[in-house]
């Protein structure tokens, strides 16, 4: 088991940024992808970025594609989102994910999730 935990959510004005951070723990000697996915209210749970887990490999949705950035720190078992030129669009419960097969995380059909941060970008 993998548990993720999130922090940096909060309310920033358009335009501004946000930096999230998710930390795992339990059995993180496996190789993991890691994610972020977001939900916004009234809609679908939708993906926003994933990295493999030699960060290597990037995978972006094309909203975020220029403005957030997904690194990660395996020494610390952690994953990060820069998010940079926020929009009110971006509004959103943003959840943490984890799998061992990067495709499989990018479909959201991925093992483990967080229980998610608030992000909340007003006009």
């Known amino acids: 088991q993998v548990q993720l935990v999130e922090s940096g959510g909060g309310s920033v004005q358009a335009g501004g940024s946000l ?11 496996r190789p993991y992808a890691m994610a972020w996915f977001r939900q916004a209210p009234g809609k679908e749970r939708e ?11 990037t995978f972006y949705a094309n909203s975020v594609k220029g403005r957030f950035t997904i690194s990660r720190d395996n020494a610390k078992n952690a994953v990060y989102l820069q998010m940079n030129s926020l929009k009110p669009e971006d509004t959103a419960v943003y959840y943490c994910a984890a799998d061992a097969i990067f495709q499989r995380l990018i479909a959201g059909a991925n093992e483990y999730w967080g229980q998610g941060t608030q992000v909340t970008v007003s006009s």
Do not use: E, H, M, Y
Request: aromatic share 10%.
């Open 19 to 29: 930096r999230l951070s998710c930390a795992a723990s339990g059995r993180t000697s």
């Open 47 to 57: 993906f926003v970025v994933a990295i493999s887990w030699s960060g290597v490999n």
